[in-house]
């Protein structure tokens, strides 16, 4: 699996960016977002239980990592018609407002190294990456356990103030190398 201080992978997918047939599909790249931040999350299959309430809860932040010039990304194994199908049918994910890219052919996935072998799916991990486009986070967690959208935010605000952060330290306090002058 990439970790911290890798390049993250070039890749050109198709999104879902809407539920309406007629301007849902865009194709998204790395090019796409270049120097902004980005947060890709990536969860196992559409149409499954634990995975709509982590989509909502970026989609629910999502104004919030845009105010840090972080752009937000989902991705799953699934077609861009399966995202779509799911964002039209499930109340909570009709109107998200980031993409949900779609890596049928597994590439992204193989070469973030967070394709789930005996399931054949992603497993449920999370990137953030610098404008440089440098992985400065990764997180994954088991296929049964969703993450928590509020954690990966505070891990966005303390990369971004490049300085040491303590444990549980949160936007607005003082840092470790505020602290100590």
């Not at 790395?30 to 947060?39: E, P, S």
């Not at 104004?63 to 499930?90: C, E, M, N, P």
């Not at 990456?129 to 440098?134: F, W």
């Not at 997180?139 to 605000?157: A, F």
């Amino acid at each position: 699996m990439l970790t911290i201080g890798n390049k993250f992978p070039e890749f050109n997918l198709t999104a879902v960016v809407s539920s309406d047939p007629k301007t849902a599909f865009k194709p998204v790249s790395n090019a796409t977002y270049k120097g902004k931040w980005l947060v890709l999350f990536a969860w196992p299959k559409d149409f499954t239980f634990v995975c709509p309430t982590e989509i909502a809860g970026f989609g629910k932040l999502n104004k919030d990592f845009a105010d840090r010039d972080a752009q937000v990304l989902g991705i799953s194994t699934d077609s861009d018609y399966v995202h779509l199908a799911w964002r039209q049918s499930h109340k909570d994910l009709k109107d998200l407002p980031f993409p949900m890219l779609s890596d049928i052919k597994r590439d992204l996935s193989l070469s973030l190294g967070i394709l789930n072998d005996a399931a054949g799916v992603c497993n449920r991990a999370t990137f953030i990456v610098d404008p440089n486009g440098i992985i400065r986070h990764v997180s994954v967690n088991d296929l049964k356990v969703g993450r928590n959208v509020n954690e990966v935010l505070r891990i966005l605000d303390a990369l971004q103030t490049d300085e040491l952060c303590q444990c549980n330290w949160t936007k607005g306090e003082d840092t470790l190398s505020k602290k100590a002058a």
